[in-house]
């Protein structure tokens, strides 16, 4: 007889005589008896294998608590989200979900937990997210959540935690929860963040996400952990009917004669290195070789010095300045949200308009009240840098302007979500547009192409 229990973030699998082959399962040469382990994310998986090979087994693998919840529901799912459901059900409840900002993650997630009725984890990136799940569940299932980050350490068979908190207590807890959410599961291709998967069980696993691919390849990873994307719709697939039909500007800005010369001759000062040195900038990993070479040799720092000098040149041009008043003034009557990648610029923003300000250097409660005020129409715009980009509940808006950013997808698909949510009634807001302000002749030119 095999018998399976669970231990420090594996499975342990036991066995009276000889223990047969099976994937994924190693054997422990310094342990008496025949004993093998397997990460505990294989559990599931080991399990059907026994099954399909009629292997008789004990399965210890999870301690559940009580879960006398009533799990039910008020939500309504609509036809895509019950598509993604269905297919994330025939695929052995494992998978990714991908959907655009604002078309209703948390509720497919919600109704998810209600249907499996088991003890739920629901793991996201920022405090922000975690109270917002909290609140959530709380109101839908009437019972207290346990969290795990922001001050508080109570575990409940429902609850919430950071990345941080679930990856620093995966191996204690993982066997007490039968599904898992996986909020903005792209962390996951994080090495660190991948223990709050790999050192958990539980069988049922939901990652979310408004976009699954990662230049990096980590993606792999989180399929591995979680499963392979089962459903996925972008924008376009929503826009009318279940959010806003939008429109993408773009906007060339001119660099000043003194902004001209400053950037050329360091973005020459750039090239002329690459072409000395043979580093083609072709791959995130020439970017680092640079780096690493800058260590030892002073002109290769100086050549990613003159390369960030040229950067921020063209993302902060006067001229961005100046055609975002006339966006200002054109759109004075609607709610608009502007993006930059630096936080100088946001202040210089926020001082030249008088616009409200959310950077990283926000403390949490004033970010709070900003977008509270955002959301009641006290403000009608903001400016912001990067942070409201993922992780955070930002209230409706219908105009977007993006002054820099990276050639990211993602990062372009959070900000294009911002100015997509639908309107209470549940159908497409009105019609949203997202400009894009761009230096002319620079290589701000490329990012934007990357990220569209």
Request: glycine letters at 8%; aromatic letters at 6%; proline letters at 4%.
């Amino acid at each position: 007889m095999i018998r399976l229990s669970y231990e420090d973030g594996t499975v342990r699998v036991d066995a009276a005589d000889e223990l047969p082959d099976l994937p994924g399962v190693e054997r422990e040469e310094r342990v008496s008896g025949a004993a093998a382990r397997a990460p505990a994310y294989r559990y599931a998986h080991l399990r059907t294998v026994l099954d399909e090979r009629g292997l008789p087994y004990e399965d210890d693998v999870l301690a559940l608590p009580e879960c006398d919840l009533d799990l039910s529901t008020t939500y309504d799912l609509r036809p895509y989200q019950r598509e993604a459901l269905t297919a994330w059900t025939s695929a052995g409840r494992r998978g990714v979900v991908e959907l655009p900002t604002g078309s209703g993650k948390t509720v497919l997630a919600v109704v998810a937990a209600a249907e499996r009725g088991t003890p739920t984890l629901v793991v996201a990136p920022t405090i922000d997210l975690v109270t917002q799940w909290r609140r959530e569940l709380e109101t839908e299932f009437g019972v207290t959540v346990g969290q795990l980050g922001g001050g508080e350490q109570t575990v409940e068979p429902v609850t919430v935690a950071t990345y941080d908190s679930a990856y620093l207590r995966a191996a204690e807890l993982g066997d007490r929860f039968g599904l898992v959410v996986f909020d903005e599961a792209h962390h996951l291709g994080g090495e660190g963040y991948r223990d709050a998967a790999r050192l958990s069980a539980a069988p049922a696993r939901l990652g979310l996400t408004a976009t699954f691919e990662r230049p990096d390849g980590a993606h792999e990873a989180v399929a591995d952990l979680v499963g392979d994307r089962v459903s996925r719709l972008d924008p376009d697939d929503l826009a009318g009917e279940y959010l806003a039909e939008y429109d993408l500007r773009r906007i060339e800005v001119e660099l000043t004669a003194d902004e001209r010369e400053r950037y050329d001759e360091r973005q020459e000062r750039f090239v002329d290195y690459l072409r000395s040195s043979g580093v083609s900038m072709e791959s995130g990993s020439d970017w680092q070789e640079l780096v690493m070479r800058s260590g030892s040799d002073p002109r290769a720092r100086e050549a990613m010095l003159a390369k960030q000098d040229a950067r921020e040149i063209m993302m902060n041009a006067e001229r961005k300045v100046e055609r975002l008043g006339d966006l200002l003034w054109r759109h004075r009557d609607d709610r608009v949200i502007v993006f930059t990648a630096h936080t100088d610029l946001v202040y210089r923003l926020s001082e030249r308009y008088l616009i409200p300000a959310i950077t990283s250097e926000t403390g949490a409660d004033e970010r709070r009240r900003t977008l509270e005020r955002f959301r009641d129409g006290t403000y009608t715009r903001v400016v912001a840098a990067n942070v409201l980009d993922e992780g955070v509940d930002v209230p409706a808006a219908n105009v977007g302007v993006v002054l820099s950013g990276s050639g990211s997808e993602r990062e372009f698909t959070q900000r294009l979500g911002r100015v997509l949510r639908p309107t209470a009634g549940g159908d497409g807001a009105g019609r949203a547009v997202l400009y894009e302000v761009v230096t002319a002749e620079t290589a701000e030119e490329r990012v934007a192409a990357r990220r569209r």
